[in-house]
């Protein structure tokens, strides 16, 4: 049994409570690890340590950031396997997902440690002769970083990566499910030259931990990935001291395939946005918007397609889709699966938990279709987080691009077509944060991703993330130091 403590100041410590919480390995159901159940002492305790670093990372200069950034993902590198096979071990999602995450990570450290030395201010040419304005940009402080179970250390990075070039300090809060990895990964700050208290850790509930994290008045901004209800309880909380939020919130993105799309591989497409990560992803591409003409035809190849998927050991490089990893999220699947039936879907596909072979009588859901589904059910207005798709045919461009819209939801979308009018045309409409033509599923440390409507606030990755951590001071010198009249506005 591995024990893990909080990370703070550099050193792994015990949870002032002294209480532990149970990990369990979503394929094989056993207790592997147990964490820091922490609270608002542990949480003061980090906090403290990131606001007693802070000045001297802060004005340590953005190359050398960058060197240690750099340093960092040479590490990951050499890493990143025995970090995926943790990630594994504690969320179930495949190793061949998880390796690539912990693998790729090391690219947003590296291209966000080449950017420190690349943010400029801008001197204003002002109406003035004699005076000098100019901007800069400064860290913010101790900034609090939340993540969700899925994919725990890509989330990080696209966080933590922005935040520290930018000369921020970090106390991070992983979900109570998926901490093991977040903790294997802090001593690695260290060996890259990191000083103690720039990164820090804290583990526990999301109600206790994680609040205590979004309260604390020295935590001076804070970036969340989860669910859209929790992204708005933390920014109703925020709100109190008038925090500045990034949110990465959930979504229920349409997959749109057009009659003359290159039908193979807009069915290999579908498949993935939806059956990948087990469902478990905030891209899922959860409804299918199949033109008509090609509907029936399309749903048989896809079925037929997803349903030689191998179910099993996540660990396997074989394993197309595992357990599902948390207790509540399995029971979450099931549940919505019921409520497409009785709202009148069709299951045309799974539809159940599955026991069969491989499935080690843990946490299975088999990969579910549902179609003679309307945009305005339950199943396809409500995020799933699952291996469940919903399947809506529709007529027109117009048509797809309405029902694609009409959802409280905004953060990615998949368009299959041939028609490159046609592509342009609906990309530019539908209102959400990520649109892939002819392919699905791709994200890259420079390209921002993030969400319209409930899917979020704010972007990650790219140029612009790295302004989510800094702010604006404008700096005023004045040439001839002459008040002419105090009384008025110069
Ligand atoms: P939750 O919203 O339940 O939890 C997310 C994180 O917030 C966890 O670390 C959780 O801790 C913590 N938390 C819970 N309550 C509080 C609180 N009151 N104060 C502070 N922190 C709190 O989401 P899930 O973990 O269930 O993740 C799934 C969701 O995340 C899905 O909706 C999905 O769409 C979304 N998601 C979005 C992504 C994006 O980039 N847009 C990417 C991946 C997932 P604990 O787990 O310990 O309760």
Same mark, same amino acid.
């Given at each position: 049994m591995q024990t893990y403590g909080n990370y703070i100041n550099g050193h792994m410590v015990e949870p002032v409570s002294g209480e532990y919480l149970d990990s369990d390995n979503p394929y094989t159901g056993e207790i592997w690890a147990q964490i820091a159940r922490s609270?608002?002492?542990?949480?003061?305790?980090?906090?403290?340590?990131?606001?007693?670093a802070f000045p001297a990372w802060a004005s340590t200069t953005p190359t050398t950031r960058g060197k240690l950034l750099n340093n960092l993902a040479a590490i990951i590198e050499r890493e990143a396997l025995r970090l995926g096979e943790i990630e594994v071990r504690d969320n179930g999602k495949l190793i061949a997902e998880m390796a690539g995450q912990t693998?790729?990570?090391?690219?947003?450290?590296?291209?966000?440690?080449?950017?420190?030395?690349?943010?400029e201010g801008s001197v204003i040419p002002l109406d003035r002769a004699s005076t000098l304005n100019y901007t800069?940009?400064?860290?913010?402080?101790?900034?609090?970083?939340?993540?969700?179970?899925?994919?725990?250390?890509?989330?990080?990075?696209?966080?933590?990566?922005?935040?520290?070039?930018?000369?921020?300090?970090?106390?991070?809060?992983?979900?109570?499910?998926?901490?093991?990895?977040?903790?294997?990964?802090?001593?690695l700050f260290e060996e890259a030259g990191f000083p103690p208290g720039v990164v820090n850790a804290v583990t526990g509930l999301g109600n206790e931990c994680g609040q205590a994290l979004v309260d604390h008045p020295d935590i001076v901004k804070l970036a969340f990935t989860g669910s859209d209800a929790t992204g708005q309880?933390?920014?109703?909380?925020?709100?109190?001291?008038?925090?500045?939020?990034?949110?990465?919130?959930?979504?229920?993105?349409?997959?749109?395939?057009?009659?003359?799309?290159?039908?193979?591989?807009a069915v290999?497409?579908?498949?993935?946005?939806?059956? @990948? #990560?087990?469902?478990? =992803?905030?891209?899922? +591409?959860?409804?299918?918007? !199949?033109?008509?003409?090609?509907?029936?035809?399309? $749903?048989?190849?896809?079925?037929?397609v997803a349903g030689e998927a191998t179910i099993g050991d996540p660990m396997s490089m074989d394993t197309h889709v595992g357990p599902v990893t948390t207790e509540p999220q399995f029971q979450k699947i099931l549940h919505y699966i019921n409520v497409a039936?009785?709202?009148?879907?069709?299951?045309?596909?799974?539809?159940?938990?599955?026991?069969?072979?491989?499935?080690?009588?843990?946490?299975?859901?088999?990969?579910t279709v549902f179609t003679n589904v309307t945009n305005d059910m339950r199943i396809a207005q409500e995020e799933v987080f699952g291996p469940v798709l919903s399947v809506i045919p529709f007529d027109t461009e117009e048509e797809a691009i309405q029902i694609g819209n009409d959802i409280n939801f905004g953060l @990615? #979308?998949?368009?299959? =077509?041939?028609?490159? +009018?046609?592509?342009?045309? !609906?990309?530019?409409?539908?209102?959400?944060?990520? $649109?892939?033509?002819?392919?699905?599923?791709?994200?890259?440390?420079?390209?921002?991703?993030?969400?319209?409507?409930?899917?979020?606030?704010?972007?990650?990755?790219?140029?612009?993330?790295?302004?989510?951590?800094?702010?604006?001071?404008?700096?005023?010198?004045?040439?001839?130091?002459?008040?002419?009249?105090?009384?008025?506005?110069?």
């Open positions: 609270n608002v002492a542990d949480v003061n305790a980090a906090t403290a340590a990131a606001s007693a693998t790729v990570m090391a690219e947003w450290y590296r291209y966000f440690g080449g950017l420190a030395d690349k943010v800069r940009y400064e860290p913010l402080g101790v900034v609090g970083l939340i993540t969700a179970w899925n994919s725990p250390l890509l989330l990080l990075a696209w966080k933590l990566a922005a935040a520290l070039a930018a000369g921020n300090c970090a106390v991070i809060k992983p979900s109570e499910f998926t901490s093991a990895s977040t903790l294997e990964f802090m001593p309880h933390i920014y109703q909380s925020a709100a109190k001291q008038l925090k500045p939020v990034t949110l990465e919130l959930g979504g229920k993105s349409p997959n749109i395939v057009f009659e003359d799309a290159d039908f193979e591989s290999m497409g579908v498949i993935s946005g939806i059956f @990948a #990560a087990t469902g478990q =992803t905030c891209i899922a +591409g959860s409804r299918a918007l !199949v033109q008509r003409s090609i509907h029936d035809a399309f $749903v048989e190849r896809l079925t037929e039936r009785e709202d009148g879907a069709t299951c045309v596909m799974g539809g159940d938990l599955y026991t069969g072979p491989g499935s080690a009588g843990t946490r299975f859901v088999q990969p @990615a #979308a998949g368009v299959w =077509t041939q028609n490159i +009018g046609r592509a342009v045309r !609906v990309s530019d409409a539908l209102r959400c944060g990520t $649109v892939w033509v002819n392919t699905y599923r791709a994200v890259s440390f420079n390209s921002p991703f993030g969400g319209y409507k409930r899917s979020g606030l704010g972007r990650e990755s790219g140029q612009e993330a790295i302004k989510e951590y800094l702010q604006t001071k404008s700096v005023w010198i004045a040439q001839d130091s002459s008040v002419a009249n105090p009384f008025v506005m110069r």
